[in-house]
RNA sequence: GCGUCGGUGCCCGAGCGGCCUAAGGGAACGGUUUGCAAAACCGUACAGUCGCGGGUUCAAAUCCCGCCCGGCGCUCCA
């Protein structure tokens, strides 16, 4: 692997192996959950499940890390809103946000640690777990002279300890100051008006957990240090999360942990925003689309589909015309499987069994990776498969060897990105011609045979017979109908007719 | 104001010093095919040259400078 990224600390493109080689390690930041998720979390998800996809199908070992933000201001004010608990509050959310990351077939990440669970250390003790809880983190931070007390108020992090802040977000504390003048809620008893809080006193009502300086409860960006080193290790490799992160909240993680001596994230990556229809999508304009709302327009093969189109670092403009865009190239793709799988079934292929002689083409597969190497350009890589599909349907349905070649390749393709969620090696490994092409088919969305209902056979039957009869305005009203009931048709001069 | 990313055809969107007579998707138009369609394939117009103005270079959409415009960030937002 040969893999180029931008590294928003550096500010550029730079080359990136992994620390062990064959591992990779991300910690990407997830949703604080007290409400639905909208796009930007699907955008910000997606993202970092192509690449942990893409790494792993090119032979790295990778654990994804993306936490849960189950304890802040947001969810406090909410609870207190519907008159719930705060625990209730962010299950329900939490459960909701992984139904619908499931829904866009995103893959669970291989863990996700909640925030109420690295308060405190571990039963056993911290060094015993190698996993330290927020307070014993803090703990440190406050006896090495990085973070103070403010009786009453919390514990805040003092930034002129730590001399590289700024760096992430590129620029100057004193720039910071300036430009957060008006912004920055004052705080009496802060240094700086960069400090923040590591930890707040809870008030009357508010969940707390007990501490060596006050009740009270974390501040948020103590967690991710906590959740990202505890179950990564010092010097993991990435660290993710949606663009407008960056700062505070990335900068102010760095600050902690690196006060602590810690190497931290190897690397720093950031996904793009998404605007709604030309407008960035924002609380203040009140356009937040659902994804419920959303997957009732689009297959999540087709959403997936329009974002790769998209390089993750641009913004994603996301309306109408984008949407039916990405379902026309699903269609495409599909119709392709399904006119290769006709071919093998026509043609009895379908007992040959072409298990040895699959080959990834290298002519698309060796540009897909460079594609995909060069700071993960899914656009790129998408053409590719667009290429490959033009080249496939050109090539007909004589040589079988050939289309079995095609579809092992827009299989592999296919399964990088996540469009298709099977594993090509397991799925793949003994089978057939029809088997794949009916197999990648199905999985974007396409139909079985002969599942249709009493009611549309009636009709399939009846327009039989008026074409028999050449009675074709018979037969063209009821194609129209059989369409608007979602079955299309496709004659045939020699071949039967089918019905998709 | 400061930081950062960007401004490419009708729309979306790649390319980031020569392979650009600018990828790919969508929409449009014409052809092959079809009873007619659909799908597929082929072709065409779209980018009088890549926001504008300078510069560097044998060579720039690609590098540099300035300007204009937009997104994001500037204390709790993915």
């Given at each position: ?13 730079v080359?990136?192996q ?5 591992e990779v ?12 998720p909208?796009?930007?979390h699907?955008r910000t998800a ?9 790494l ?6 990778v654990c994804?890390?993306?936490?849960i933000t189950?304890?802040?201001?947001k969810i406090?004010?909410r609870a207190?809103e ?5 625990l ?7 459960k909701i946000?992984?139904?619908q990351?499931?829904a ?5 990440p291989?863990?996700?640690?909640r925030?109420t669970?690295?308060?405190t250390d ?10 330290q ?9 406050v006896?090495?002279?990085?973070a ?5 108020l ?8 730590y ?9 100057t504390?004193?720039d910071?100051e300036?430009?957060?003048?008006g ?5 009496e008893?802060?240094k700086n008006?960069?400090d923040?809080?590591l930890w707040?006193?809870a ?10 300086w006050?009740p ?5 960006h103590?967690?991710?240090?906590a ?7 010092d010097?993991?490799d990435?660290h993710g999360?949606g663009?407008?992160?960056i700062?505070p ?13 810690k190497?931290f ?14 407008e ?5 304009q009140n ?5 419920n709302?959303?997957?009732?327009t689009?297959?999540?093969e087709a ?9 993750y670092r641009?913004i994603?403009?996301?309306d109408d015309?984008?949407?039916a865009a990405?379902t026309?190239?699903?269609s495409?793709?599909?119709e ?7 071919s093998?079934a ?7 069994k072409f298990?040895q002689?699959?080959t990834?083409?290298?002519e698309?597969?060796?540009p897909?990776?460079?594609?995909m190497e ?6 790129a890589?998408v ?7 033009r080249?496939a349907?050109k090539?007909g349905?004589?040589d079988e060897?050939r289309?079995?070649?095609f ?5 592999e393709?296919?399964?990088a ?8 090696a ?6 057939s011609?029809?088997e794949?092409?009916n197999a990648?088919n199905?999985s974007l969305g396409?139909?079985s045979?002969s599942k249709?209902?009493?009611e549309?056979?009636?009709?399939i039957?009846k327009?039989?017979?008026?074409r028999?009869?050449?009675?074709y305005e018979?037969?063209d ?9 979602g079955?299309q048709?496709?004659?045939h001069?020699d ?6």
């Amino acid at each position: 692997m040969n893999l180029k990224l931008y590294d928003t600390l550096v500010g550029k493109v730079v080359d990136f192996q992994p620390a062990k080689a064959g591992e990779v390690s991300i910690y990407a930041c997830g949703p604080t959950v007290y409400d639905v998720p909208h796009l930007g979390h699907a955008r910000t998800a997606i993202t970092y499940d192509v690449i942990s996809r893409y790494l792993e199908w090119a032979g790295n070992k990778v654990c994804l890390v993306s936490n849960i933000t189950d304890i802040d201001d947001k969810i406090i004010a909410r609870a207190a809103e519907e008159k719930t608990t705060e625990l209730e509050l962010a299950e329900r959310y939490l459960k909701i946000y992984n139904e619908q990351m499931a829904a866009l077939k995103i893959r669970p990440p291989d863990r996700q640690p909640r925030a109420t669970e690295y308060v405190t250390d571990p039963k056993g003790g911290a060094a015993k777990n190698k996993r330290q809880g927020m307070i014993s983190i803090i703990t440190e931070l406050v006896d090495g002279g990085a973070a103070y007390i403010i009786e009453g108020l919390g514990v805040y992090f003092d930034v002129t300890k730590y001399s590289d802040y700024g760096r992430l977000v590129h620029r100057t504390p004193k720039d910071l100051e300036e430009s957060g003048q008006g912004r920055i809620e004052p705080v009496e008893g802060k240094k700086n008006p960069l400090d923040f809080a590591l930890w707040k006193a809870a008030k009357k009502g508010e969940p707390e957990w007990e501490a060596p300086w006050m009740p009270g409860r974390p501040g948020w960006h103590i967690e991710c240090v906590a959740m990202s080193l505890g179950e990564l290790g010092d010097g993991f490799d990435i660290h993710g999360g949606g663009s407008d992160l960056i700062f505070p909240h990335h900068e102010n993680e760095r600050a902690e942990a690196c006060s602590l001596g810690k190497q931290f994230a190897r690397h720093w990556v950031h996904s793009g925003m998404v605007n709604i229809n030309g407008e960035k999508m924002a609380k203040s304009q009140n356009n937040f689309v659902n994804i419920n709302q959303m997957l009732e327009t689009i297959s999540p093969e087709a959403f997936r589909l329009a974002l790769l189109q998209t390089h993750y670092r641009s913004i994603l403009e996301i309306d109408d015309d984008t949407l039916a865009a990405a379902t026309a190239g699903i269609s495409r793709i599909k119709e392709m499987t399904r006119l290769v799988r006709n071919s093998a079934a026509h043609q009895n292929l379908d007992e040959i069994k072409f298990t040895q002689d699959a080959t990834p083409l290298e002519e698309y597969i060796k540009p897909f990776r460079e594609a995909m190497e060069n700071d993960f350009s899914t656009p790129a890589a998408v053409a590719l498969i667009f290429d490959l599909v033009r080249d496939a349907n050109k090539a007909g349905g004589s040589d079988e060897q050939r289309l079995l070649n095609f579809m092992v390749t827009l299989s592999e393709m296919l399964t990088a990105l996540g469009i298709v969620t099977e594993s090509p090696a397991a799925k793949f490994s003994a089978t057939s011609l029809f088997e794949i092409s009916n197999a990648l088919n199905l999985s974007l969305g396409g139909a079985s045979h002969s599942k249709f209902s009493d009611e549309i056979k009636e009709l399939i039957k009846k327009r039989e017979d008026a074409r028999a009869e050449s009675d074709y305005e018979t037969s063209d009203q009821l194609r129209d109908e059989l369409l608007s009931l979602g079955v299309q048709i496709q004659d045939h001069p020699d071949a039967p007719t089918e019905y998709i």
